[in-house]
């Protein structure tokens, strides 16, 4: 990734533009569609419609501000003060949007209804987890309770998800809850597709006997990372080196081709990572 591009994807701007356009679609997809079918989603959100149903006489809106509130009151001195004013645009845009953008997308079967307002929702949280903010009061608060107490992100939204949905089975409809599972569920799909679209890591193990010729068309040609791993085989005991290095998707390709035409004897052995950060490959998010 060149310096610009670094820069631009670390820029307020940029961050904030993110924030904005997930927060569009993860209303689309739940104005649009999950609220004409009753649906609840799951979070701070999910208890919100939950409130609206039991008391209508204060708006949608009006809840998920008030659910805000105490964990951001609370979050003051917890975050970094760009992650938490990044939140309150974000909760405050969700809010906003909430209230005045009214749609339908027309789509009224149940199964449809779930699939189609997940995907759009789990788009919008997607695309907000990818800048340096997050979705709201409750982002804050995993954030908070990741650092102090070491509680994971998917236990906690986990814990929350299915109180929200005890809370729900009062109020609504088996057939309801159940069509909101399928949407939550596909909203945490496809929000982990989002997130690894452009930013899927490959971690690529390279078996050569011609190491020093392969790592330097790497590195200095075209600017791979390579780690050597010495190593020997397992049968004849003749030494060999193992060369290690992370890629992504786009560039995959052309760093099988380098590495055969060098060596047409090498063997590659290509995985998919779960998470690579530090040096120049990936910066670590600071809250």
Known sequence: M????????????????????????????????????????????????????????????????????????????????????????????IALMTAYVHLDLGIKEGMNAAIAAGALMGAGGGIILRSYGGGGGLDVLAVILNRKYGVRFGVFYFGVNSAVMLLALSRFSPDTIVLSLVMLFISSVVTEYVLSLFNQRKAVRILTRKTEEVVRQMTETSKFHATVIPARGGYTGAPIDMVYSITDNLRL????????????????VVENTFSVLGGQIAKRKNY
């Open 253 to 268: 390709r052309s760093l099988e081709e380098l590495v055969l035409s060098v060596d047409p004897d090498a063997v590659l």
């Open 2 to 93: 060149s310096d610009a591009l670094k820069a631009l994807t670390n820029s307020l701007v940029w961050n904030t533009f993110l924030l904005m356009v997930g927060a569009f679609v993860f209303i689309v997809g739940y104005n649009g569609i999950a609220a004409h079918n009753n649906f609840v989603p799951g979070a701070l959100y999910g208890l919100a419609v939950v409130a609206h149903d039991v008391v209508p006489a204060v708006g949608l809106s009006k809840w998920y501000f008030l659910f805000n509130i105490p964990l951001f009151a609370a979050a003051w001195t917890g975050v970094s003060r760009r992650f938490f004013f990044l939140n309150l645009l974000t909760m405050s845009a």
